[in-house]
């Protein structure tokens, strides 16, 4: 059983920042209050048994289910695999700088962590220009090919960006957020998450579903509020996600790691209209 340590929520960070703004609205000038989405580093430490905290990363985000954001990063990169591996996830109490405490979660293992150097290689990678073939055969490597016999229909694909879209309640305060939700083979939403980082709002989705024990995720869809990277398509196919449905467009290399691995990638999705990118015969038409 994974041990979840909460710590009082008052202190935990927000995900919203309130300001004071000049707002100008047909040439008048007034001071209002607003809302900004919150944007924190947040230092992901993992250790196993006898072995101190080793920095893994650190990744910019918005605060709120950074449990969640700290695990599915790992399982994601492949740093950790079976749910049986985590002992405890935490908020580090161990910080030189008191208010940070809520910026540093520690994830203990039951068995030693060897992840340095893969920890390493992957801080590198999601700034740096990286090599498309070296990115898919490693990725390849981690990775099967998603195998799901799930079937969408295209008017059901349409719906599923502006359902996302009722579920973000962040973004409706702030509209600086990213969204990805997961959905079932009907359109109905099962969980959505936002963030900064359209990369750490899935990261958060795949913790959820590690943390529930309910990978792979073989039957689902995936919605993003925005365009699709790599990166993207790499965390759909570690939780085997076969449908991935975007608003806006998707990169050449996702499209290619996304056809080469049997993920459904659909972009452009507005208004009863859609890009099929690859693999469409899981898709029913309506014709």
Known sequence: ??????????????????????AVRDG??????DVLATEEPMEIRVHGPNQEPTPVTVTMRTPGNDFELAIGLLYS?????????????????????????????????????????????????????????????DLAGRSA????????DIT???????????????????????????????GRLEVVREDIGRHNALDKIVGHYFLEEKLPLSN?????SGRIGFELVQKAAMAQIPVVVAVSAPSSLAVQTADSLGITMIGFTRDNNANIYSHPERIRFNQ
Do not use: W
Request: proline letters at 3%; glycine letters at 8%; one cysteine or more.
């Open 220 to 224: 689902k869809v995936l919605v993003l």
């Open 77 to 137: 990169e492949g740093l950790i695999d079976t749910h049986g591996s985590l002992k405890t996830v935490c908020y580090c109490t161990n910080v030189s700088n008191e208010n940070q405490r809520f910026n540093v979660v520690t994830v203990e293992l039951t068995s030693q962590f060897i992840g340095n150097q893969r920890a390493r290689s992957f801080m590198s990678s999601s700034a740096c220009g990286v090599c498309g073939t070296t990115s898919i055969e």
């Open 28 to 33: 008048y000038v007034s001071t209002r209050p």
């Open 156 to 186: 059901t694909v349409f719906s599923l960006p502006k359902l996302l879209m009722k579920g973000q309640k962040l973004f409706k305060l702030t509209g600086g957020l990213h969204g990805a939700g997961i959905f079932d083979e009907s």
């Open 1 to 22: 059983m994974i041990e979840i340590t909460t710590l009082k929520q008052p202190s935990v960070r927000r995900p919203t920042t309130d300001v004071k703004i000049a």
């Open 145 to 152: 090919v998603v195998e799901s016999q799930m079937k969408l």
